[in-house]
């Protein structure tokens, strides 16, 4: 279950023109001279500073935006969040065979598993239980058939067989963690965390950020968002949602202090002409979901509105609206594929 931004934040540039950039540029000369190591600070007055930083990280760029009294203090603060990212990354990393999670799905079970993997776990199978299903991060064998047969060249679509022998291998129920092991029921499976662990690593860079003293913060990855405190002047965070159509406006704005936000959309990553196979896969049928086009999750924490970002876009939008309207602290809004927006009871817009 991968995941792309979709938000932009006043405080940091979007994704989107980062990769403008990068493109133009080559991402070692974007990384090195857009972004340069040392942090930007504005001071505000006597008493506050604005610091903020943006580095790649988790396959996306990360922006952290801090209120602090002191700059060496944010600074510093600054320094051990991103130390943080880059330590869980390298746990999480699914494409390095030498991670934990490389080696268990290359070897199917995996002992003395961290314990920041095993959290992950555990969330990611709760929430598979919770939603019935709708959120797997088993779906990695149907995501490497897509990834496989159109990276040749080839438009023709996986053939039923192909797709049906992928999909045995799926099901969240067929992963058994007991203690510090995990293993899979069946040989050939394997997980991706990408709808999740973007969210924990975020939080986990917040809680970093807050235990050091910062408690005015933004941080955002790629599009899941974590927010805590006010920026200056005590005034709330800013979050626009991005236009799934890319026609240049905001479809809606929100207003933060401690919270999360996160997206699930289909028009960033795609593996066919037509745009019929995308990054989000529903493990019962196989496909990419097509009722929706962008999903956006309110929650207290980034893990748990990343993971239900993906699993409000697998059901229709208003089976998924109504699925989040039955959980405390969540909100919603879905811009569906012909550009209608459905949002839960609580969804508060500050701009239209």
Same mark, same amino acid.
């Given at each position: 279950?991968?995941?792309?931004?979709?938000?932009?934040?006043?405080?940091?540039?979007?994704?989107?023109?980062?990769?403008?950039? &990068?493109?133009?540029?080559? +991402?070692?000369?974007?990384?090195?001279?857009?972004?340069?190591?040392?942090?930007?600070?504005?001071?505000?007055?006597?008493?506050?500073?604005?610091?903020?930083?943006?580095?790649? !990280?988790?396959? $996306?760029?990360? %922006?952290? $935006?801090?209120?602090?009294?002191?700059?060496?203090?944010?600074?510093?603060?600054?320094?051990?969040?991103?130390?943080?990212?880059?330590?869980?990354?390298?746990?999480?990393?699914?494409?390095?065979?030498?991670?934990?999670?490389?080696?268990?799905?290359?070897?199917?079970?995996?002992?003395?598993?961290? $314990?920041?993997? @095993?959290? +992950?776990? #555990?969330?990611?199978?709760?929430?598979?239980?919770? /939603?019935? =299903?709708?959120?797997?991060?088993?779906?990695?064998? +149907?995501?490497?058939?897509?990834?496989?047969?159109? %990276? &040749?060249?080839?438009?023709?679509?996986? &053939?039923? %067989?192909?797709?049906?022998?992928?999909? #045995?291998?799926?099901?969240?129920? *067929?992963?058994?963690?007991? =203690?510090?092991?995990?293993?899979?029921?069946?040989?050939?499976?394997?997980?991706?965390?990408?709808?999740?662990?973007?969210?924990?690593?975020?939080?986990? !860079?917040?809680?970093?950020?807050? !235990?050091?003293?910062?408690?005015?913060?933004?941080?955002?990855?790629?599009?899941?968002?974590?927010?805590?405190?006010?920026?200056?002047?005590?005034?709330?965070? #800013?979050?626009?949602?991005?236009?799934?159509?890319?026609?240049?406006? *905001?479809?809606?704005?929100?207003?933060?202090?401690?919270?999360?936000?996160?997206?699930?959309?289909? *028009?960033?990553? *795609?593996?066919?002409?037509?745009?019929?196979?995308?990054?989000?896969?529903?493990?019962?049928?196989?496909?990419?979901?097509?009722?929706?086009?962008?999903?956006?999750?309110?929650?207290?924490?980034?893990?748990?509105?990343?993971?239900?970002? /993906? /699993?409000?876009?697998?059901?229709?939008?208003?089976?998924?609206?109504?699925?989040?309207? &039955?959980?405390?602290?969540?909100?919603?809004?879905?811009?569906?594929?012909?550009?209608?927006? @459905?949002?839960?009871?609580?969804?508060? #817009? /500050? !701009? @239209?």
């Amino acid at each position: 279950m991968e995941k792309e931004g979709t938000f932009q934040s006043a405080e940091g540039m979007d994704r989107r023109s980062f990769l403008k950039i &990068s493109g133009l540029l080559g +991402v070692g000369l974007a990384a090195t001279s857009i972004f340069p190591p040392g942090a930007e600070a504005v001071r505000f007055n006597r008493k506050m500073y604005k610091v903020s930083k943006t580095r790649l !990280a988790m396959g $996306t760029f990360v %922006s952290m $935006t801090l209120i602090h009294p002191s700059r060496d203090q944010a600074e510093e603060a600054m320094g051990r969040a991103f130390e943080e990212v880059e330590r869980l990354t390298r746990l999480m990393n699914r494409f390095d065979d030498g991670t934990a999670v490389g080696h268990l799905n290359r070897e199917g079970v995996l002992k003395d598993v961290p $314990t920041e993997v @095993v959290q +992950v776990l #555990s969330m990611a199978l709760r929430h598979h239980r919770l /939603t019935d =299903g709708a959120f797997d991060i088993t779906v990695k064998p +149907v995501v490497d058939l897509f990834k496989n047969k159109f %990276s &040749s060249g080839n438009p023709a679509p996986p &053939s039923e %067989s192909e797709l049906a022998r992928a999909l #045995s291998l799926v099901g969240a129920k *067929y992963v058994e963690l007991r =203690g510090r092991t995990v293993r899979f029921g069946k040989p050939g499976m394997g997980i991706t965390l990408d709808g999740i662990a973007k969210g924990y690593i975020v939080d986990r !860079a917040s809680d970093v950020l807050a !235990a050091h003293g910062v408690g005015n913060h933004l941080i955002n990855a790629g599009g899941d968002i974590r927010t805590m405190g006010t920026k200056r002047g005590g005034r709330p965070w #800013s979050v626009a949602i991005q236009d799934p159509r890319k026609k240049g406006h *905001y479809p809606d704005v929100i207003r933060m202090t401690d919270g999360a936000i996160a997206t699930s959309g289909n *028009y960033e990553v *795609y593996y066919d002409r037509e745009k019929m196979f995308h990054h989000i896969v529903n493990p019962r049928t196989g496909l990419s979901p097509e009722l929706s086009s962008s999903v956006s999750v309110l929650a207290r924490r980034a893990v748990d509105a990343d993971a239900l970002s /993906t /699993t409000v876009f697998v059901m229709n939008p208003v089976r998924g609206t109504r699925f989040i309207d &039955s959980l405390p602290n969540c909100e919603c809004f879905v811009i569906d594929r012909r550009g209608n927006r @459905v949002k839960s009871r609580g969804w508060k #817009s /500050t !701009a @239209v």
